[in-house]
């Protein structure tokens, strides 16, 4: 069955600093793999989506992920961020239908 | 409708209670999902549609728990006999299909006391 672990609960990083946001994930067969975010008091939005080909994949607002299937992870990253980055960043799975997701880790931005 | 709608917003309910979450999917969206966050938790998945069939049941918590989907469009997710660890956001996705990734509505924030 697919799972995802995201291995920090909180990242605290300072504006214009870069950021690396780990997610490690398991199945047994070919999957998906997406980052969505969610800021304060609002839904989800996705972020980027790996379905397959290039094993870098951009997404919205500068932020981009690595797929490694050797190291079954998808670890997200910008390379300056932003105030307005403060967010809960969510790695998600899936094998065909549904979408599994990980527990969630809080970038927060600092000036 | 432009994105998934969750009603209600909010929702305070008294212990024993029953309550119903209902979701407006995208139109054209065949695919509907239902999945509970609760405070410092990720997202657990409860149950997905496929048109107005629910294939995977597996993620309802209990038998408390039940939803149901008609004419392929609105979702109703109803807890029976609500508990304070009910307690929680529920949040509902509508899709094309899963390459695509979901559209999720705003959620319910339900608060059992």
């Not at chain 1, 990083?13 to 999957?31: G, H, I, K, W």
């Not at chain 1, 939005?45 to 379905?51: F, I, S, V």
């Not at chain 1, 599994?100 to 970038?107: Q, S």
Request: proline fraction near 4%; glycine fraction near 8%; aromatic fraction near 10%.
């Amino acid at each position: 069955a697919q799972s995802v672990t995201q291995l920090d609960s909180q990242v605290p990083v300072f504006e214009e600093a870069p950021v690396e946001l780990r997610c490690n994930y398991s199945s047994s067969v070919s999957v998906y793999l997406f980052w969505y975010v969610q800021y304060p008091n609002q839904g989800l939005q996705l972020l980027l989506k790996y379905l397959s080909g290039s094993t870098l994949v951009k997404g919205i607002n500068g932020f981009e992920a690595e797929f490694n299937k050797s190291q079954t992870s998808f670890h997200l990253r910008k390379p300056s961020v932003h105030i307005s980055d403060t967010a809960e960043y969510f790695c998600a799975v899936s094998e065909s239908v549904d979408m599994r997701f990980g527990a969630g880790t809080r970038l927060t931005v600092k000036p | 409708g432009a994105g998934v709608s969750q009603s209600p917003s909010n929702k305070v309910t008294e212990k024993g209670k029953d309550v119903e979450l209902r979701c407006d999917p995208i139109s054209g969206h065949t695919a509907l999902y239902w999945y509970r966050q609760s405070l410092g938790q990720g997202l657990e998945f409860l149950i997905y549609f496929q048109g107005n069939s629910a294939p995977d049941k597996s993620g309802l918590p209990s038998d408390r728990f039940s939803a149901e989907r008609t004419g392929g469009s609105v979702s109703t997710l109803t807890i029976q006999r609500t508990q304070q660890e009910d307690s929680a956001v529920y949040l509902c996705a509508s899709s094309t299909g899963t390459a695509h990734g979901y559209t999720f509505g705003s959620g319910t924030r339900l608060t059992v006391v």
